[in-house]
């Protein structure tokens, strides 16, 4: 539980502070086929200004992406990626001191990212590229590990366990002592269950029935069930903007289990969401 003890976190290029729970990462997806706000941002000045909003609003950081995951998304080049990203990383980077973080697993556009002042990698694949565990030990930037089953193209198709938590659990674990190992701290080091990549609906649930299991590791936890399709296939909103409150309900369960980061599409409502879970927590008993 080391990381658990520990409430600000510093590193040469950010500062989060959990002295106060859960905190929030902005979704800023800069691409045109997103599966829930495709092309809404993908004009690097509106992309700007959302990202900026969702820190007025009170996000911690700033999540930017040049790539869809969507389950079934094709491949985008890193060429494309960082003709999309760089724009932005490098505008929201010279107005704010606030975390940016770039979501990619190609090493190409992870360094433009790093070049234009982003302070984070998220890392769909855990980086499974070692170059990408090189480049964040060298760059001193923290890093999301997520658990993902395939690739996004293959990811939904049938996703089987003998025993969803314990697998993804191993997982995560082994690729975070493989990222100390590379020079990482431990306290720069997120884990993130992939709700939604290679799960069933059912197996979202043990997830997240199951998360106070990941936060026993001591390693901070990230969270992204913004807007997901269990979440749509569970209420039968097939619209993604339209979960936001089943969104808020799984929030409200990871804040409680002590979650370090939620990452989410609508700000301030999970903002609230987190502060009411936060002091139900702190009153407990």
């Given at each position: ?172 674990l082994e690729r975070a002592k493989r990222a100390e190992q590379f020079g990482i701290a ?24 199951n998360i106070d299991k990941f936060v026993a590791t001591g390693y901070r936890v990230l ?42 599409h609508d700000v301030t409502q999970m903002l609230d969401v987190i502060k009411v879970a ?8």
């Amino acid at each position: 539980m080391e990381n658990c003890g520990i409430h600000v976190v510093e590193w040469p290029r950010g500062r989060l502070d959990f002295s106060a729970g859960c905190l929030v990462m902005g979704i800023l997806n800069v691409t045109p086929d997103s599966f829930s706000d495709g092309g809404e941002f993908f004009d690097s000045r509106k992309a700007v200004e959302h990202g900026l909003q969702m820190l007025e609003d009170g996000a911690a950081m700033i999540d930017v992406g040049g790539e869809s995951t969507r389950p079934g998304s094709a491949a985008v080049s890193a060429k494309e990626q960082i003709k999309r990203v760089v724009p932005v990383i490098r505008a929201l980077s010279k107005k704010t001191r606030a975390p940016v973080s770039i979501d990619t697993h190609e090493h190409d556009v992870a360094i433009a990212a790093l070049d234009a002042g982003a302070g984070m990698i998220n890392d769909i694949t855990a980086l499974s590229d070692e170059r990408m565990a090189g480049l964040a030990a060298e760059r001193q930037v923290s890093v999301v590990l997520m658990h993902m089953l395939g690739t996004p193209a293959t990811m939904q198709i049938q996703p089987r366990y003998d025993d969803v938590v314990g697998e993804v659990l191993d997982f995560l674990l082994e690729r975070a002592k493989r990222a100390e190992q590379f020079g990482i701290a431990k306290k720069l080091i997120f884990i993130d269950p992939g709700f939604g990549f290679g799960k069933t609906v059912e197996h979202n649930l043990v997830l997240l029935n199951n998360i106070d299991k990941f936060v026993a590791t001591g390693y901070r936890v990230l969270v992204g069930t913004s807007r997901k399709s269990f979440i749509g296939k569970i209420t039968g909103k097939e619209n993604p903007s339209e979960r936001i409150y089943g969104t808020a309900s799984t929030v409200a369960l990871c804040a409680a289990a002590g979650v370090s980061v939620v990452r989410v599409h609508d700000v301030t409502q999970m903002l609230d969401v987190i502060k009411v879970a936060g002091a139900v927590s702190r009153h407990r008993g």
